[in-house]
Every structure is written in structure tokens, then in C-alpha cells.
């Protein structure tokens, strides 16, 4: 019987941090001069940076020089892979989707369903409210059904108005993503957000190297701190008869190697933060729609195509998803390589495909006939097992 107790860990920047996506610097035609950093990292990068503490706070680094077993054990023999089969990583079972801490106060994403009307000094936060129109000249919205009702956003919407990304607490207050110096809340808009942007310039190595390409060569990066008392937050479930060291530590985190504190506390609550349904998330996104079931995403979801066609209304983003794929049999000492070992033993990780996520917040609305088959083909436990795929249904009323 394993020793499993799952663990609340804040992830404090050191300094300032930077998480790419798709959008990169480039070259020539395809050169980005301004990048910036996307808000949260990838839940296969927290699962990476937790794979890489074990084995430093174990002592089986380098891998190819520990013993095998011992390796296997910890981490488990592969990275996350997309398109894999559910399983456990070593002696790291499960893992929350990323939060956010303010002080004791979790931060959630809120649901998107909520837009921002102005008209002259009046600026008012509103709700979606789909409504059904039935027309048989219309397109159809679900076409395994060939029904002829259409969804809109309601009267009262219009597409120019601004859908805000913001943060909830399960006491139901609001935030904006980015705190601005110059914030003034209005009527009922949400309050001061909690991402503080930071740009600097640069200039790529390439273009230093190259006479006269000094002027291709520069960018601004954007990159994000938080104020004082606010940090990342997950939990993970670990077995602790495998791993026998797991603490607080210096960790990085990123392709830029941002630097965090990881604090490390035992979780004693009694709501499990890996069941949507358990009062850990009690309250949140309580708002029923009178015709449609609403899902809300609390993680960025990994979903196939025909997941649309069953869905009467989304209010949604998509994120660009990609990671690097390595197994521990692949694993190579660099300090011991030398150039004959470099071609008979070295297979270099790969990068998976690029794929598109519901980005968290994600709200879909979907009627009682497909509403189980929705579920289940977001209750993916292989994409759960690291974070993804967490959404919370909330059945009309």
C-alpha cells in the first residue's frame, strides 16, 4: 500500500517570469519584434519541474549514473505525451490545474461569460444570456440532429463589446488579469488585477554576429512579476514511500528559466482539490441558465472536433499547446559523451505536434440530450492526471 499524501504548493517569483508560446522571435519574414509572455505556464511544465525536484532532492541526478530502478520509480519511464494512454508518472499521481494565491484567498479563472458595455461615462459588466431562435432557413447548429435552432448571445450583445479575462474567489469577487497603475473601477466592473507587465528591450545573438543585421535583430519582450502576496498555486498528490525528499526548494520554470521559491506545506483539508464536485470549488460559476446545462472550464481542456457539434453555445478561447517528449532509456550523461557515444546512444527528445486547447474559463452551454456525452469527452483521467480536462457543469434551472 503506498504512502500518498497530496501536497499545496505556491510557486513565489523570484523575479520577474516568462512563459512562451507559439509566438517566438523568428527570423526574417516570420521575425516577432514584440513578444509576450503568456499568463500561466503548460501543466505538462509543472509536471516536468516536479519530475526534475525529485530526482534533484533524491539524488538521481545524473539519471544515467542512478540506479534504474530508483529512476523509474520517482518519474515514471516517459514525459507526458498528448496523445498517450492514462497513467501515473512515478510517485507524482496527480496534479491540480495551476491557481492563482492572493494572501489564504485561492484565485480561479472566472467563467467567460461576461462582457463589458460602455456608452459614453456609463461602463456596465454584463452577463451572456443565450437565447434560442428557431428558423429553418438558419444554419444548423447541430448537424448529427439536423435541428434548425439557432443560439445567439442574447439581444442586448453586440461583437465590439470587449469579453474581459478575469479571475474569481470563491467568495465571488472579480479581478482583472493585469493591474493597472492608472485603475479606476467603475459601477460594478471587476477590481485591480493582480499581473504586472514588464518590457525590455533586446537583440538576438544572431543578429550581432552578422555586419548590418543589428537593426533586424532587436525585439521587446513582455514578461510578468505579481505584487507583493500573490503566487502560483497547485497540488499534487505524491507517494511519499517512493520519494523520500520532497521540500521547499529554488526551482526554474519555462524556456527562459524563470526563477521561483517552491513552498512545499501538507494539504489537510478535508475537499479534495482533484474532484470538481467536492466543496473545494463550492460556489463557483453558481449562476444556472433557465434552458441549457453550462460547463465551465477551470483548466485549459484538451477536446476533439466533435465536441462543437454537440455544443448549443460556447463563449471561448483557443491556446496554442506543445511539449518536448523524452524518455528515461534516452536519458545521456553530457559530462560522459564523447563524440564516438554521441551517435550510438543519444536519441534527442522530441516536440509533440502543435495543438489547440479551450483556454481555462472556457464556458460551453449544452442541452440535456448531449450533456453526458459532452462530459465524457472532456473526462479524459489521461489529460487530468496532470491538470487538464478540470470543468465544473452547472444543470439549468
Not at 500561466?40 to 509543472?46: A, Y
Not at 437565447?131 to 448537424?143: E, G, L, R, S
Request: aromatic fraction near 12%; charge should be positive; proline fraction near 4%.
Amino acid at each position: 500500500m503506498s504512502n500518498k499524501k497530496t501536497y499545496k504548493i505556491d510557486l513565489r517569483p523570484l523575479d520577474v517570469f516568462f512563459f512562451g508560446g507559439e509566438q517566438h522571435f523568428g527570423e526574417g519574414d516570420d521575425a516577432n519584434y514584440f513578444v509576450r509572455s503568456n499568463y500561466f505556464p503548460q501543466q505538462s511544465g509543472i509536471l516536468g519541474m516536479l519530475r526534475h525536484q525529485l530526482l534533484i532532492q533524491n539524488e538521481c541526478i545524473p539519471i544515467p549514473s542512478s540506479d534504474p530502478k530508483k529512476v523509474l520509480g520517482l518519474i515514471g519511464d516517459e514525459s507526458y505525451n498528448i496523445l498517450g494512454s492514462a497513467k501515473t508518472f512515478g510517485a507524482v499521481h496527480k496534479i491540480s490545474p495551476l491557481f492563482l494565491s492572493s494572501g489564504d484567498e485561492l484565485l480561479f479563472p472566472e467563467a467567460s461569460e461576461f462582457y463589458i458595455k460602455k456608452k459614453d461615462d456609463f461602463v456596465e459588466l454584463l452577463r451572456f444570456n443565450p437565447k434560442v431562435f428557431t428558423d429553418a432557413n438558419q444554419t444548423m447548429i447541430y448537424p448529427d440532429l439536423a435541428k434548425t435552432s439557432i443560439i445567439s448571445a442574447g439581444s442586448n450583445y453586440l461583437g465590439k463589446y470587449e469579453r474581459p479575462e478575469m479571475l474569481v474567489s470563491l467568495a465571488g469577487k472579480q479581478y482583472c488579469y493585469n493591474k493597472d497603475k492608472g485603475f479606476e473601477k467603475k459601477g460594478n466592473l471587476p477590481a485591480n488585477g493582480v499581473f504586472i507587465e514588464t518590457g525590455k528591450p533586446g537583440i538576438q545573438k544572431s543578429a550581432r554576429k552578422q555586419k548590418g543585421q543589428k537593426d533586424q535583430g532587436f525585439y521587446k519582450q513582455y514578461s510578468w512579476s505579481f505584487p507583493e502576496g500573490v503566487c502560483f498555486t497547485f497540488f499534487a498528490e505524491i507517494d511519499r514511500d517512493v520519494a523520500k525528499n520532497f521540500e521547499s526548494g529554488r526551482i526554474m520554470l519555462g524556456g527562459e528559466k524563470s526563477a521561483f521559491h517552491m513552498v512545499v506545506n501538507e494539504y489537510t483539508g478535508s475537499a479534495s482539490p482533484f474532484d470538481e464536485g467536492s466543496a473545494f470549488y463550492s460556489g463557483l460559476y453558481e449562476r444556472p441558465h433557465k434552458e441549457f446545462n453550462k460547463i465551465v472550464c477551470l483548466s485549459d481542456c484538451i477536446v476533439s472536433d466533435e465536441l462543437s457539434a454537440k455544443v448549443a453555445f460556447m463563449s471561448n478561447t483557443m491556446i496554442d499547446f506543445r511539449n518536448s517528449r523524452s524518455k528515461i532509456k534516452h536519458t545521456t550523461n553530457y559530462n560522459r559523451m564523447t563524440s564516438a557515444s554521441k551517435w550510438n546512444t543519444y536519441e534527442s527528445p522530441t516536440r509533440s505536434e502543435k495543438y489547440q486547447l479551450l483556454k481555462r474559463g472556457s464556458v460551453l452551454w449544452v442541452d440535456d440530450t448531449h450533456l453526458k456525452s459532452v462530459q465524457d469527452l472532456l473526462n479524459k483521467e489521461h489529460h487530468r492526471v496532470i491538470g487538464y480536462n478540470y470543468f465544473k457543469t452547472i444543470q439549468k434551472q
